[in-house]
């Protein structure tokens, strides 16, 4: 459903991203000898180590020191997604492939 609030004049204006409309109508394929499934599942991880990597530098170094946060937050980071690799028999890279795909193609964020 689309609606209009007061403050929207004329008419509506509708942006389709062409290509993750493409992505959708493509039969999932194996890659990395995953199933898109299993890929997806891949992606959700990805996105919750990053999260975690994120709150737990924030709770560890306080944001007076924002450059050590951030570095903290890339080495948690680093460390969890190499232990996802591990988990599914992946290389970096294609865990780098698996979050293009997913962003790619829409899949949702835990």
Do not use: C
């Not at 459903?1 to 008419?11: N, Q």
């Amino acid at each position: 459903m689309i609606a209009m609030g007061p403050a929207d004049k004329g008419p509506l204006d509708v942006l389709i991203n062409e290509e993750r409309l493409a992505a959708l109508a493509m039969a999932p394929e194996e890659r990395f000898h995953l199933p898109e499934s299993k890929r997806m599942q891949v992606f959700r991880e990805i996105a919750m180590a990053e999260d975690r990597a994120t709150r737990e530098a924030m709770a560890r170094v306080p944001d007076s020191q924002i450059e050590k946060q951030i570095e903290l937050e890339a080495e948690l980071g680093e460390k969890y997604k190499a232990e996802i690799a591990r988990k599914f028999n992946l290389t970096e890279d294609q865990l780098i492939k698996i979050g293009e795909e997913g962003l790619k193609k829409g899949w949702e964020f835990p």
